[in-house]
């Protein structure tokens, strides 16, 4: 797939889709060691996708303990030697690159290792590749507490969903834990650490950025978010997320590439399209429209900026921005983070 979409709006035939092959969809993660809580909620995690069935590849990434003995247990593919940072964190751009190096599918879905799918995803897979051949599908999580070890057995699917309606809150257009799409895509992702801010809102932005259809399948994929701590992300001195080093990093990489980033163009509020029980359909919620909304008036100030300074010239032009930072201060930094 070429990283700039050249195909992105190119309809697939039937010959393209080879709906016949096996696997469907090639799903990778990059878990954490399989200890206390975390060991739990991943395996859930595992166990819930092996119920999807015999359709979906299963890779899991890294060599943290235990990932080797939970690859063996459940019969996924494991693939070692991931890069990682100064701090010993993950590099997502290389966890992208040689989980679709390793995928059988055609498509792939980059997942976090605490989230339960419901068995529709596979047919979000297949309506959305059958209308583009690039696209990216993702959807917003409902967060639940759950502390018990699940039984995907059976009836299991009724079961999540009773999990998700008693005990689920969904998230924000942010919070966005899968990512379905062809292999190739997103090769040029920069190094950001994994389960950090901002390295998600970057495929969103890239996508925006390239013209690349966005689904949002929250409806049709309801998936649940098993809660945990952020341990991980909290600065050990002043106890923040936000002054955590590797967030920082993950958010400059974020605006160096994109340095008009915010939530509209960052996040699901960005998705062109919705999938529903019945089709897709041009999305029109209010956070789409919130985000044309911003994309006009952002034009009407550029271009009426563009004409004062024509009219004052540079230097009254300059003169008058530094008597607007001294009466309101300097304009804050847009971010998604």
Not at 95 to 112: D, M, S, T
Not at 186 to 215: H, T
Request: charged fraction near 25%.
């Amino acid at each position: 797939m070429d990283q700039r979409f050249t195909m992105r709006h190119e309809l697939a035939t039937t010959a393209d889709l080879n709906v016949a092959t096996v696997p469907i969809l090639s799903l990778f993660t990059c878990p954490k060691a399989f200890s206390g809580p975390t060991g739990r909620i991943q395996r859930n995690a595992l166990a819930n996708w092996r119920a999807l069935g015999n359709s979906l590849e299963i890779l899991l990434l890294g060599d943290d303990p235990g990932v080797v003995e939970a690859a063996e247990e459940f019969g996924y593919r494991h693939i070692p030697a991931i890069a990682r940072n100064g701090y010993g964190t993950p590099l997502v751009n290389d966890i992208f690159r040689k989980g679709a190096e390793a995928a059988l599918a055609a498509h792939v879905c980059y997942i976090n290792a605490d989230i339960l799918l419901p068995p529709s995803l596979l047919e979000a897979v297949r309506t959305a590749s059958g209308r583009w051949k690039a696209f990216l599908l993702a959807g917003r999580r409902w967060n639940a507490h759950i502390t018990e070890e699940l039984d995907f057995s059976g009836d299991w699917a009724s079961r999540l969903e009773q999990i998700r309606l008693q005990r689920g809150v969904l998230f924000t257009p942010t919070g966005i834990d899968y990512f379905v799409f062809p292999k190739g895509q997103y090769a040029d992702m920069p190094a950001f650490a994994i389960g950090r801010y901002a390295w998600d809102n970057w495929i969103l932005r890239k996508s925006v950025a390239e013209g690349c259809p966005i689904v949002d399948a929250t409806e049709f994929v309801p998936a649940v978010h098993q809660n945990h701590d952020y341990a991980h992300m909290v600065n050990a001195e002043n106890n923040t997320r936000t002054e955590n080093p590797e967030c920082r990093e993950n958010s400059d990489l974020l605006h160096r590439a994109f340095p008009r980033v915010w939530e509209g163009n960052s996040s699901l509020s960005a998705a062109g399209w919705r999938l529903t029980s019945e089709d897709i359909r041009r999305n029109w919620t209010r956070e789409r429209l919130r985000w044309w909304m911003y994309f006009a008036l952002n034009g009407l100030r550029i271009n009426l900026r563009g004409r004062l300074q024509k009219q004052l010239g540079d230097e009254y032009f300059t003169k008058l921005l530094a008597v607007k930072r001294t009466l309101f201060g300097p304009r804050k930094k847009e971010s998604c983070t």
